[in-house]
């Protein structure tokens, strides 16, 4: 039972690039959701999904997709990088909202450095 | 609108003292909160939350509905509580399924 996995670890891309970040959970959770995290903001949500094949819009979206193909994994996706993209990603899944399987378990991150 | 308000970004105590970390949030019902803690190189797990009135690790935190407040304390720091500790709410209010997260208190325990 690997919990959440993030793939890749590092990337560097310049601006204007695209990439795909990928999130994977093992525990059959609904509820998934992509977060940043910068210095002096704290941890700030991008999107989340509440089951396959749904998707919705965070605090800060913008930039960003997102899609749930599949229940076990969720991609972050940039289609056009910019150093204000510069930041830690996190992947966190949830089993549900009801109180006793509500914890958010998190994936250990991203470092994404765009120059 | 839901906030959650860490006004301490940093907090460095000497191990062996007492230590409060703050949190304070605006919310208009009844919340849940948590508290979740990052070790350095670690990804971020739930410390403890309100309802389960618990103690994890030493750490105890309770909600005071009339200050609008659930600052986390322990009575004795040791060294490895190191960390980045955040503060995150969760309510009905635009939706149970997303916890708001304060912006962070990074607790530094000297030896």
């Known amino acids: 039972n690997a919990g959440v996995t993030q793939t890749p670890k590092f990337r560097v891309l310049k601006t204007g690039q695209s990439m795909t970040l990928l999130c994977a959970q093992d525990?059959?959770?609904?509820?998934m959701y992509w977060y940043r995290q910068d210095p002096g903001m704290g941890l700030r949500l991008i999107h989340y999904?509440?089951?396959?094949?749904?998707?919705a819009k965070g605090e800060v979206p913008d930039g960003y997709n997102v899609s749930r193909l599949k229940k076990q994994n969720f991609l972050l996706g940039l289609e056009s990088a910019a150093p204000s993209q510069t930041s830690v990603y996190f992947c966190?899944?949830?089993?549900?909202?009801?109180?006793?399987?509500?914890?958010?378990?998190f994936g250990p991150g991203t470092r994404l450095t765009v120059l | 609108a839901q906030r959650v308000t860490q006004p301490e970004k940093l907090l460095s105590v000497f191990k062996g003292a007492p230590v409060e970390l703050k949190c304070n949030y605006s919310?208009?019902?009844?919340?849940?909160l948590f508290w979740y803690v990052q070790y350095s190189r670690q990804r971020l797990q739930l410390l403890l939350r309100?309802?389960s009135r618990e103690s994890i690790k030493g750490f105890t935190a309770d909600l005071n509905k009339g200050e609008t407040s659930f600052h986390l304390k322990k009575p004795f720091a040791q060294e490895e509580d190191s960390a980045m500790y955040y503060c995150?709410?969760?309510?009905?209010?635009?939706?149970?399924?997303?916890?708001?997260f304060g912006k962070g208190t990074k607790l530094t325990v000297n030896p």
């Open positions: 966190a899944s949830r089993q549900s909202t009801r109180r006793g399987t509500d914890t958010q378990y």
């Open positions: 919310y208009s019902g009844s919340p849940e």
């Open positions: 309100h309802i």
């Open positions: 999904s509440v089951g396959e094949g749904t998707t």
């Open positions: 525990m059959n959770h609904e509820y």
């Open positions: 995150a709410l969760r309510g009905p209010q635009g939706g149970s399924e997303k916890l708001v």
